[in-house]
Every structure is written in structure tokens, then in C-alpha cells.
């Protein structure tokens, strides 16, 4: 009976599982139910008892053995499979598909970039506002109707606080801050109780600007605008300031650049007037810089706002203000650099 066993355990020992059948082909010789294993376990009873021991022992080598055998079998077919033999090290990576800037962020940047060439840095604002400084500092008179220009977020709670309505306070915090020379932009989020649609949305982008200085004229404006049009919309633009009303502006103007689409000759984009509505700016109202404790005998100054998803429609030629606000990966992903 051991000699039997013994020839076994030689059996196996010699045994090279080069192919997936022969491993199974040895599992099955030994490990299945009906396996060399279980006869062996069956005869058993049958050893005498001085020789039960020994027997016992063998069995367990044995059974150790196949199992070792074939699980080095298995370990060496994953490796293989794992590391295929035909693999070209020339051959270029696998792509990675790379993020992108919102297109949304890709306007701002730019406008930021060209105004930052006329010295003007970044402040930020901030979203949650007060009444003062989002109305009253800007010269909105507390029952001025002007003030539902603007359909405001409210604070239930607190009807002092809202969301920011558009980034003009920026301005009040930042001349209450600086003194003048003063060149800022105020970029950020804005809020208005509006129907959403593919026109409008109740969350948008405005980038104010603001000039403080000594003898700052309408000219100045004037001429910073056309530069910043040039710049942004091209060469050839041209712009046209129709006279218009802010609360925190006099006089105030609202501009448009030629059509960047038809190139002023009329289209579907610019209703065909040639024009496109881009900002409003003006001359900062005396009152602002009194709130501001800035003297309006001695000081003058500029500001301007314009939002960023218009001006960003009209650059990508997006038709549907809601797409900035999705993050559909298919609309987004038209805006890799
Ligand atoms: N705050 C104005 C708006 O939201 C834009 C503006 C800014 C006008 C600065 C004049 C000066 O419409």
C-alpha cells in the first residue's frame, strides 16, 4: 500500500502542467470524486494499524503535492495571459482624454487678460450682499424704482441681506478699501428672480470695471471701451454709446460693437440693426464717491458691467444661455483649447 503511495507522490513530482488540459487532466486524475485522493482515503480502514500513521502522512504529501503542482500550473497561464507575447513597446500610449477650462471661465480670462494690458487688477466682490452695498451706497433711493430693475433674491429672514444682483458693489467695497488711483475689475456670479429661458437665466456672470483718478474724462472711457472691443471682438469693430440711466452713472451710456457675425451688414444674431448690445458703463455718479468718502471736487471716474454668458454666446455662437449652467460633457468638451 505505501509502495503505492510512494510511486504516486513520483508520479506527480514528474509531472510538468505545461498546458491547461494536462493540469486539469491531473486535477481530475486526482482530486475528483472518483480521483486516485478518495480511493485511497477509502481503502484507509484496510491499513494495518501500526502502518496507519505513515499512511496517513503520505496521503496528505500527496495531496499537498498535487495541489501545489497545480496551482503553480494556474499561476503561470495567468501570468502569460496577463502579458501578452506580441506587445509592441513602439507603439504610441493610450490617449487620455484631457479637461478644459468652462467656456465661461475661457471669456472671463480673456477679458481679465486684455484689461490687465491698461493696468486694471482683480478684486473680487462678494455674492452674498447687503442692501447698502448692493443699492443704497451705488445711489438707489430706498423707494427708487429702480430698484426692481433688478428682481432681487431676498433673505426671507432678513431683507437686508440678497444675492447680488450684479457685481456694482464690488465697487463700493473696493473704493471703500483703496484710494484712488484706482483700476479694478470685479468679476463674479450674479443673481436675478427671472424666468429661466434660452434668453435669461436667474444665475449669470458680470464683470464690472472701475477707473478712479484725477481728471478722468468720458473720453477715457470711451477709449478704453474701443481698445477693449478691438481686442475682443476684432480689429474692425466698431462701437456706438446710446445715452441710458444707472442709479450709480451720469450721464451713462449702454454700448454695442458692430456685429462681429455680418460684420454690421445685419443678420439673424444682431436682428439685423448691425449692433450688438454688449455693456453699460457711464461716469461714476458724485454720490457713489461721497459713500465712498472719495471727493467728487477732486476725484472723477469711470465704470462699466457687462455680462459674461452674453458675451460668451456671441463668441462660441451658443444659442441657449442654459447650456453654461448643464454641464453636459458634450457641449463642454467643444471648448478643449
Ligand atoms: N450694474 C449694471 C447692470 O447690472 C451695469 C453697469 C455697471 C452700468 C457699471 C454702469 C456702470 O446692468
Known amino acids: 500500500m505505501i509502495e503505492k503511495l510512494k510511486d504516486f507522490i513520483d508520479e506527480v513530482q514528474q509531472f510538468t502542467a505545461d498546458t491547461k488540459e494536462k493540469a486539469e487532466e491531473l486535477r481530475l486524475k486526482f482530486l475528483s470524486r472518483k480521483g486516485i485522493l478518495n480511493e485511497i482515503f477509502a481503502e484507509f480502514k484496510n491499513v494495518a494499524p501500526t502502518e496507519k500513521r505513515e499512511y496517513g502522512q503520505r496521503i496528505n504529501a500527496l495531496k499537498q503535492l498535487v495541489e501545489k503542482k497545480i496551482n503553480e500550473a494556474q499561476e503561470k497561464f495567468e501570468e502569460q495571459a496577463s502579458k501578452p507575447n506580441d506587445l509592441d513597446i513602439t507603439l504610441p500610449g493610450p ?31 462678494q455674492e452674498i450682499e447687503d442692501d447698502y452695498h448692493n443699492f443704497t451706497a451705488l445711489n438707489f433711493a430706498p423707494e427708487h424704482p429702480a430698484r426692481d430693475m433688478q428682481d432681487t433674491f431676498f433673505i426671507e429672514t432678513n431683507p437686508d441681506i440678497l444675492l447680488r444682483t450684479h457685481t456694482s458693489g464690488g465697487q463700493v467695497r473696493v473704493m471703500e478699501k483703496q484710494k484712488p488711483p484706482i483700476r479694478v475689475l470685479v468679476p463674479g456670479r450674479v443673481f436675478r428672480n427671472e424666468a429661466v429661458s434660452a434668453r435669461s437665466h436667474c444665475i449669470f456672470h458680470q464683470v464690472e470695471g472701475l477707473y478712479v483718478d ?8 470711451k477709449q478704453t471701451l474701443m481698445y477693449f472691443a478691438k481686442e475682443f471682438y476684432g480689429e474692425k469693430t466698431e462701437i456706438r454709446l446710446r445715452p441710458s440711466y444707472f442709479p450709480f452713472t451720469e450721464p451713462s451710456a449702454e454700448m454695442d460693437v458692430s456685429c462681429s457675425i455680418c460684420g454690421g451688414k445685419g443678420c439673424g444674431i444682431c436682428k439685423n440693426t448691425g449692433w450688438l448690445e454688449v455693456l453699460g458703463c457711464g461716469m461714476v455718479h458724485p454720490n457713489v464717491l461721497r459713500n465712498c468718502g472719495i471727493d467728487p471736487e477732486v476725484y472723477s471716474g469711470f465704470a462699466f458691467g457687462m455680462g459674461i454668458e452674453r458675451t460668451a454666446m456671441l463668441r462660441y455662437g451658443v444659442t441657449d444661455i442654459r447650456m453654461f449652467f448643464e454641464n453636459d460633457m458634450k457641449f463642454l468638451s467643444r471648448f478643449k483649447l
Open 95 to 125: 490617449n487620455y482624454s484631457l479637461g478644459s477650462h468652462h467656456p465661461i471661465t475661457n471669456v472671463l480670462n480673456e477679458i481679465i487678460e486684455i484689461f490687465s494690458r491698461l493696468g486694471f487688477t482683480v478684486a473680487e466682490g
Open 214 to 221: 484725477k481728471n478722468v474724462s468720458f473720453a477715457d472711457l
